[in-house]
């Protein structure tokens, strides 16, 4: 049975930039983040549309995780959201599906992002992603300070 949870960040970034940076984020996460990315490659697509396949390679040290290939299921440019599916990497042995939805969304003066995930674990011994959702929240309010320096 398939559980949600959702993360919801308030950045200080217009949401055309923040959501440039997410349509960004294959070449300038790993630049931003090398602590987390070693590298995140283009298997199949042109990177942005819908059927792009993107490898990323996590750096040394990350917990639990080495490398994840995920599948870009939607985007919508006009609406800034985009979701994704895993389809391989460390996290496809604790989920049988892994989902995640990404929307930046108008909020104030900057924006808010909304990331929700739906999994299903591969068994009761699985904990929920916690990992995950926290790593979220720590890549947009960190993406938001480089935007606000750069």
């Given at each position: 049975m398939a559980s949600t949870a959702e993360v919801l960040v308030a950045?200080?970034?217009?949401?055309?930039?923040?959501?440039?940076?997410?349509?960004?984020?294959?070449?300038?996460?790993?630049?931003?983040?090398?602590?987390?990315?070693?590298?995140?490659?283009?298997?199949?697509?042109?990177?942005?549309?819908?059927?792009?396949?993107?490898?990323?390679?996590?750096?040394?040290?990350?917990?639990?995780?080495?490398?994840?290939?995920?599948?870009?299921?939607?985007?919508?440019?006009?609406?800034?959201?985009?979701?994704y599916s895993l389809i391989d990497g460390e996290l496809v042995s604790y989920y049988k599906n892994f989902k995640a939805n990404l929307k930046v969304e108008p909020n104030g003066d900057g924006s808010q992002v909304k990331w929700c995930m739906e999994y299903e674990k591969a068994n009761t011994e699985v904990p929920d992603p916690d990992l995950v959702k926290e790593t979220a929240a720590k890549t947009f309010s960190a993406l938001d300070e480089y935007l606000a320096k750069n």
């Open positions: 950045v200080k970034s217009s949401p055309d930039r923040f959501w440039e940076a997410i349509r960004g984020s294959t070449d300038l996460f790993p630049k931003v983040f090398p602590e987390q990315y070693q590298s995140i490659e283009i298997v199949e697509g042109d990177g942005r549309s819908a059927g792009t396949v993107r490898l990323l390679k996590y750096a040394q040290g990350v917990p639990l995780v080495t490398f994840a290939k995920e599948k870009i299921e939607e985007v919508d440019d006009a609406s800034k959201q985009v979701s």
